[in-house]
């Protein structure tokens, strides 16, 4: 194994991870993941950019077996599939200098007890001269830990932008040219990784148009050797605008609760409104999210399990509480049996959302005629709304 050549003087030396299918116990990964490794060299210093996973450790040292020296290790995200293979490289490179933000100093000395000796803090905005190749560090604190930052490469117009812009897909070589493929993905890894920090992210790129970027070497995914199409996008998916689309995520015990979300779904779709639907016992909680980016309004489905929500329809609001899409407008949908506190369970747990909650449908047992043309009235309160806020 050996580094990958992005331009003179600036390698790739990560690790790909292709059957790896769980992120976090949580982020299901179809096309596996890979973890970013770059190395830049100077006429003077050499700086080694991110470790990768500390499971894929071995193949980092494989690559950097040919490889004398290294002068700095920039750690940009203390999160172990960045930083993990950390301690392996400091003790292979018993000169280099750790560099990273003050609060990435803390959480690397907690979370790899990495000395203290060991690390120097950089400053936004500071710049470090390898020789011909000149380190600007970038704090973006919050994309998506407290502690990061990317670097930016101005020789070349190389932004290191650790986690944002990043994908998790595995590839063979540095680049994949399908760009639609990328994009689809990053919107994945946006929606679940991303979201929440909308606000913030949204200021870190306004910091970054003064900036030269000719590629992106994100630390999931591929490098972009174009980076306008997933500049645009990240663009589009910080800001304001949503889409004249509804998310309606369900689960049912015997068919009452699917009765009225797909009796929604229909609706909807005379209504004029784009209408995704998720049975929450086998959606891929991935594709949920990555619906969420821009959509206007999310119905939460759910039976009642002893007097209170389906675990599922629970998971649903609490990832979607969670996650703060910029949804304008929420209800509820579901069988009550007999009673219980259902509704006002889901509402709780949504209290995140700056969305307008409509008034929840709700039944006893298998709906009736009366129950659906509810359905039906919930779905013109929706399509108004939309019309309102003139998403069509």
């Known amino acids: 194994m050996e580094p990958r050549k992005i331009t003179e003087g600036v390698f790739w030396a990560g690790a790909v991870d292709r059957d790896r299918r769980l992120f976090d116990s949580l982020i299901p990964l179809p096309d596996g993941t890979s973890y970013n490794a770059y190395i830049v060299e100077g006429t003077e210093k050499t700086a080694l950019l991110d470790t990768v996973d500390p499971s894929k450790a071995n193949e980092l040292m494989a690559r950097l077996e040919k490889i004398a020296r290294i002068d700095y290790i920039v750690a940009h995200h203390a999160e172990q599939d960045h930083s993990g293979a950390l301690p392996a490289v400091l003790d292979k490179y018993r000169e280099a200098t750790v560099l990273t933000s003050p609060k990435g100093r803390d959480l ?4 790899l007890h990495i000395p203290e000796s060991r690390i120097r803090t950089v400053a ?4 470090l001269s390898l020789g011909g190749k000149t380190l600007e560090f970038i704090h973006t604190p919050w994309v998506h830990w407290p502690e990061t930052m990317s670097t930016y490469l101005g020789e070349d117009g190389i932004l290191f932008s650790c986690d944002l812009f990043g994908s998790h897909l595995s590839f063979s070589g540095i680049y994949i040219e399908d760009e639609q493929k990328v994009c689809e993905a ?13 606000p913030t992210i949204k200021k ?6 003064k900036y030269d970027i000719k590629a992106i070497a994100p630390s999931h995914g591929p490098v972009y050797k174009d980076p306008r199409c997933i500049m645009a996008s990240h663009a ?4 304001d605008r949503v889409r004249n689309s509804a998310v309606i995520a369900f689960a049912s015990m015997h068919g009452s609760t699917e009765a009225l979300a797909e009796a929604l779904s229909e609706a909807l779709w005379r209504n004029g409104v784009e209408v995704e639907v998720f049975n929450l016992a086998h959606a891929d909680t991935g594709k949920l999210a990555m619906s969420l980016v821009d959509a206007a309004t999310i119905v939460i489905g759910s039976p009642t399990v002893l007097g209170g929500a389906h675990p599922l329809a629970v998971s649903a609001a609490f990832l979607v509480n969670a996650l703060r899409p910029k949804l304008r407008f929420a209800s509820v949908i579901g069988s009550l049996g007999w009673g219980g506190k259902m509704p006002e369970q889901l509402k709780g747990n949504l209290a ?3 969305a307008e909650m409509l008034d929840p449908v709700l039944v006893k047992g298998k709906p009736r005629e009366a129950d659906l043309a509810e359905i039906e009235k919930l779905a013109g309160t929706i399509a108004s709304k939309h019309k309102e806020a003139g998403l069509f």
């Open 124 to 127: 936004d905005g500071e710049k």
């Open 108 to 111: 690397l000395m907690d979370h």
């Open 186 to 198: 990053s919107k994945r890894y946006f929606s679940e990784v991303m979201m929440p920090f909308r």
């Open 236 to 239: 589009e998916w910080v800001s």
């Open 204 to 209: 870190h790129l306004e910091r970054f148009a």
């Open 352 to 354: 995140n959302l700056k």
